[in-house]
């Protein structure tokens, strides 16, 4: 108990010194396979030898049982001839007998002599003999008869002894082969378990330096689990870092226009105004650029804050159809007094799961690009239908539309095509759009509408059965 | 009015002051939430204009929260720099009766605080029929006439009129509009209040002599008869 106790404290003060988990788990690999080839080999070994002891003591048992018979029949003169018989017979000279009489005189057998050690007669010996001359194993049995008589029956197990020895020494150098190919195998894994954890170290360290086009290469096992979460996390990283960049860069641009702007009407009137008046008109004027800051501003936040992805908590089954009835209520009137005529097509629709204020926004921002750029005495269509399994909502004017590389931008930040140069806006208004209509995992499709631009919103259906509103 | 301010930028509270006093209301301030809650469980208010975000460990929401736990009704406007939705609704649910963000155009804030102020007079009975100078507007039979000639309207548009008429003697702004009479929250681009306050215009207005609806600038609407 003392040494045991020893022991633990011994092991609590020395740490397992390795760290390396690819090497940890290497070594509890070669010592389980170590282990696990000793523990198999050593039942071979111990079942084998344990078979041929067995096989030469029942031979010796149905040997003595049969020469008993013969005694019972025929007294020792039978017995001999009987030992004689079978001697003469046996080829491979393994057979031991001994018959001797009450006073010890030997009646028959091929043993010099009763061997002093056995004194039992119920047990088997093995013991070094001597054999004509030459020394050899035997296994040997002694029996009692009537009259004072005792039998030996044996075999010679020198033959036995070589086949456990062969048999030992194979089994020690197949558990030695098994030794130096499990720690072969130690190596082989750990080298593995580096190469994967390098791979994904080398492509994340490159990342952390700055490098975020790197990605972790797949190979097909186990580890791109791991990997392709890694990557689609630094896709992911890749473009808010984007995002990010992009603001900052608009941020640099098109907030400071306008803050340059009111900046440089204040001074102007401070330095020049001759009557309150031209004072209160250029104050007027710098407010309503502060205010077309902030409202650049609040989109900006909004757009960054959809593209996180966060704002998922004002979601609910809608449908969409009352609500763009109730956007063409609001718009109807101000298109009227513009020239244009708004048309309402819709049908019944699934369900969506979406966030009402911010899908009514998305649709009036389409609403008011259409208005912006739409020619007089033209129509604007808003249509609605459900396909397979996505709610689509278009927005189709007759302006003047898109090119194809405009098209591809419009959804950036800040992006205003030539044409929209002299119309009011930030260049905000699709990418908000975009953004909303991310977050409910859907898409944004513009086309060209020969004449005008078709914006498709597209919205993933509820799939389930049973959850259309009443 | 009676009004509490509760607002630590030195400058927007100067300047809120100001404008409420010229305006013609009683106005206490605080620049911190402990202050504020004091002044709040105190002092009785018309209405409480509460920063969100305050210094001292109280912050606006702090305040709500305790003035709503000792069954105080008074309604709350909260100002914050947090233009989020989330935030909004958050606010909202604290039991604040309105919310603003910073930036905000004076204009739109004296609005608001108005018709919170007359929302905090309790109505002595349901009425059923509101009345402006010669405007009448039947809530039962949803029928309204000028005079004695009867006004065909939309329903939006009475319902346009009706918080108008509701909210008579004061501005009301687009904004408030837009989130009162139709229940949107976004900010559109175009003048999409504006052509259906005109529309109302031409019916209730300008067969008459008097107008009754005017434009303030810079500001919204606003119905009197004078």
């Given amino acids: 108990m003392k040494i045991w106790r020893g022991i633990r404290r011994l092991g609590k003060r020395l740490r397992w010194p390795i760290r390396s988990a690819g090497l940890n788990f290497a070594l509890a690999y070669g010592l389980v396979f170590i282990i696990s080839a000793g523990v198999f080999l050593s039942f071979i070994w111990w ?3 344990g078979q041929l002891d067995r096989q030469v003591e029942a031979a010796v048992q149905v040997d003595a049982h049969d020469l008993a018979q013969r005694w019972v029949h025929g007294g020792p003169a039978a017995l001999a001839l009987a030992i004689q018989d079978r001697l003469d017979q046996n080829v491979e000279d393994d057979e031991l007998y001994l018959l001797v009489g009450p006073d010890g005189r030997k009646y028959a057998g091929n043993l010099p002599g009763w061997p002093v050690v056995i004194t039992q007669m119920d047990e088997f010996y093995e013991l070094a003999i001597r054999r004509d001359g030459f020394r ?6 002694a029996y009692p008869l009537s009259e004072g008589f005792r039998l030996i029956v044996g075999r010679d197990v020198r033959g036995r002894q070589v086949v456990r020895h062969v048999l030992t020494d194979t089994l020690i150098w197949a558990w030695v082969m098994v030794s130096l190919l499990a720690a072969g195998g130690t190596l082989a894994i750990r080298r593995i378990f580096r190469q994967v ?4 170290a080398r492509t994340t360290s490159a990342v952390a330096q700055g490098d975020l086009s790197r990605r972790i290469p797949l190979t097909g096992n186990e580890t791109d689990l791991v990997a392709q979460t890694v990557n689609t996390m630094l896709e992911r990283i890749n473009r808010l870092m984007d995002g990010v960049r992009q603001v900052s860069n608009a941020i640099a641009h098109d907030l400071r226009t306008p803050i340059a702007r009111a900046r440089a009407r204040l001074e102007d009137a401070s330095l020049t105004s001759t009557s309150e008046e031209e004072l209160r008109a250029a104050i007027d004027r710098a407010v309503l650029d502060l205010d077309r800051v902030t409202s650049i501003f609040e989109a900006l936040l909004r757009i960054a804050q959809l593209e996180a992805g966060a704002r998922r908590a004002a979601f609910t089954v809608l449908d969409m159809k009352p609500l763009l009835e109730g956007l063409t209520e609001l718009y109807e009137a101000s298109m009227e007094e513009a020239g244009l005529k708004l048309d309402l097509k819709v049908g019944q629709l699934a369900p969506v799961n979406g966030d009402p204020h911010l899908l009514q926004q998305a649709v009036a921002n389409l609403l008011d690009n259409a208005i912006k750029f739409a020619p007089i005495n033209t129509a604007i269509t808003l249509s609605a239908a459900t396909q397979n399994d996505k709610v689509s909502i278009t927005v189709a004017d007759q302006g003047p539309g898109m090119d194809e ?25 699709l990418s908000l759009v975009q953004a909303v209509v991310h977050l409910h995992g859907g898409t944004m499709e513009l086309a060209n509408g020969h004449p005008g631009l078709r914006v498709t919103l597209l919205l993933p259906v509820i799939q389930k059965k049973g959850t259309l509103p009443a | 009015m009676r009004i509490l301010l509760v607002e630590d930028d030195s400058t927007v509270r100067a300047f809120v002051l100001k404008g409420l006093r010229e305006a013609g209301h009683v106005v206490d301030e605080a620049d911190n939430g402990k202050d504020g809650l004091f002044l709040a469980v105190s002092e009785n208010y018309d209405v409480v204009i509460l920063d969100r ?5 109280i912050d606006g929401l702090r305040i709500l929260e305790t003035l709503r736990g000792q069954k105080n009704a008074t309604p709350v406007l909260l100002l914050s720099a947090l233009a989020d939705v989330d935030e909004r609704v958050a606010g909202l649910k604290a039991g604040g009766d309105d919310y603003m963000t910073k930036p905000f155009a004076f204009s739109e804030l004296l609005a608001r605080v108005e018709a919170l102020g ?3 007079r309790p109505e002595s009975a349901p009425q059923t029929r509101l009345t402006v100078g010669d405007l009448e507007m039947d809530l039962l039979s949803r029928t309204v006439k000028r005079g004695n000639e009867k006004i065909d309207l939309q329903p939006r548009e009475f319902r346009l009129l009706e918080f108008l008429i509701r909210h008579a003697g004061q501005v009301v702004t687009r904004t408030m509009l837009l989130e009162r009479v139709w229940d949107y929250h976004f900010d559109p681009q175009t003048n999409v209040i504006d052509v259906h ?4 215009r031409q019916k209730v207005d300008k067969p008459f002599a008097t107008p009754l609806i005017h434009t303030i600038r810079n500001a919204g609407y606003i119905l009197r008869a004078d």
């Avoid at chain 1, 050899?136 to 049995?141: E, F, G, L, N, V």
């Avoid at chain 1, 954890?197 to 994904?200: A, F």
């Avoid at chain 1, 950036?412 to 208004?429: D, V």
């Avoid at chain 2, 975000?53 to 460990?57: E, Q, S, V």
Wanted: without cysteine; proline residues 4%; aromatic residues 4%.
């Fill in chain 2, 53 to 57: 975000m305050l210094p001292g460990g």
């Fill in chain 2, 118 to 120: 007359r929302r905090g």
């Fill in chain 2, 197 to 200: 306050v005109s529309r109302l």
């Fill in chain 1, 136 to 141: 050899t194993q035997a296994k040997m049995h």
């Fill in chain 1, 405 to 429: 590389q405009d098209m591809a931008r419009a959804s950036e930040r800040f992006f205003r095509a030539e044409a929209a140069r002299n119309t009011p806006g930030a260049g905000l208004g």
């Fill in chain 1, 197 to 200: 954890v390098h791979s994904i």
């Fill in chain 1, 47 to 49: 079942n084998t030898t």
